[in-house]
T-cell receptor, first 115, second 110 residues
Framework: KAGVTQTPRYLIKTRGQQVTLSCSPI?????VSWYQQTPGQGLQFLFEYFSETQRNKGNFPGRFSGRQFSNSRSEMNVSTLELGDSALYLC??????????????FGPGTRLTVL | AQSVTQLDSQVPVFEEAPVELRCNYSSSVSVYLFWYVQYPNQGLQLLLK??????LVKGINGFEAEFNKSQTSFHLRKPSVHISDTAEYFCAVHTDKLIFGTGTRLQVFP
């Protein structure tokens, strides 16, 4: 069974631009979560989607948004990019909502660099 | 608010030696606890998790962890490490979302 895939793997943008990252969960998984990983702030939860609905959200500004499609694929969008948005963005999928009830499987991440 | 503290940012150890990676959490409610490993240029992989029941949890790759409610700790242990265990290890707590510690870099030397 294929794992979680994220595209693109690497991305370079300039300040003020916007970016869309994509995550394809493991087949059959309905929950997708997004995390931001930076050297300064570590791993931080962005949001979780289940059955096309945002179920939980972390403490990020409104420039960060996401959505989930009927096939469970998810996208996250960051508008008006800032230098501090440079990070590794990780996506994780699970069968059901929440890691306490089911194992989350992580993708390899998208490395975003903002210049 | 929940938080996770990983007391050691780096742990150097020789191959075949035992290792303990420390994790303390704070929470006013029941929590679920996790350890993840991240190899270079890869995503996170679940090592083990504590949801309830036995306080000693066994995971993959020979790792185990013990949940200690009175000390609010969830330390990760391995009796004999290998070079291939060199990676970043993250402790996490889940109530309504996953909150990660800052990570511990385990460096195994030959």
């Amino acid at each position: 069974k294929a794992g979680v895939t994220q595209t693109p793997r690497y991305l370079i943008k300039t300040r003020g631009q916007q970016v869309t990252l994509s995550c394809s969960p493991i087949s059959g998984h309905r929950s997708v979560s997004w995390y931001q990983q930076t050297p300064g702030q570590g791993l931080q939860f962005l949001f979780e989607y289940f059955s096309e609905t945002q179920r939980n959200k972390g403490n990020f500004p409104g420039r960060f948004s996401g959505r989930q499609f009927s096939n469970s694929r998810s996208e996250m969008n960051v508008s008006t990019l800032e230098l501090g948005d440079s990070a590794l963005y990780l996506c994780a999928s699970s069968l059901v909502q929440g890691p306490s009830t089911d194992t989350q499987y992580f993708g390899p991440g998208t490395r975003l660099t903002v210049l | 608010a929940q938080s996770v503290t990983q007391l050691d940012s780096q742990v150097p150890v020789f191959e075949e030696a035992p290792v303990e990676l420390r994790c303390n959490y704070s929470s006013s409610v029941s929590v679920y606890l996790f350890w993840y490993v991240q190899y270079p240029n890869q995503g996170l992989q679940l090592l083990l998790k504590y949801l309830s029941g036995s306080t000693l949890v066994k995971g993959i790759n020979g790792f185990e962890a013990e949940f200690n409610k009175s000390q609010t700790s969830f330390h990760l242990r391995k009796p004999s490490v290998h070079i291939s265990d060199t990676a970043e290890y993250f402790c996490a707590v889940h109530t309504d979302k996953l909150i990660f510690g800052t990570g511990t870099r385990l460096q195994v030397f030959p």
